[in-house]
């Protein structure tokens, strides 16, 4: 028989990562020039971090985004993404389930942010 691992079981972010993980950009810009004068220094260094409790530095790092001219850019968080992540860092504090619904959203975003978030999640196991 084959044990079954539910949600409740593996965290999203440890409780103890939580308060560190804030989507604050002058934070996630100063880690991005860190990562941008020594790449490889980085990721040894932070490598844990941004697979554990990081994703808004790991998306400014690793995540590609097309803008309107057709070129790839790097992820910045914009206001609604960076409200989307306190709000789930605030819901995965109180453990309370994940069920969001976002209705009408039109190029804000968020659809961009919830791949990426997924694209994290899947990545760092």
Partial sequence: MIPSISSADVPIISALDLSKADADPDRIEREFYQFEKDKSGYIDQRYKDLV??????????????????????????????????????EDLRAGRPIRWYILKARQLGISTWALSLFYWMTART
């Fill in 52 to 89: 554990e409790w990081d994703f808004p530095v790991y998306a400014r790092i690793n995540i590609k985004i097309q803008n309107k001219n057709g070129r790839l850019i790097p992820l910045r968080f914009n206001r609604v993404q960076r409200m989307l992540w306190r709000w789930l860092l």
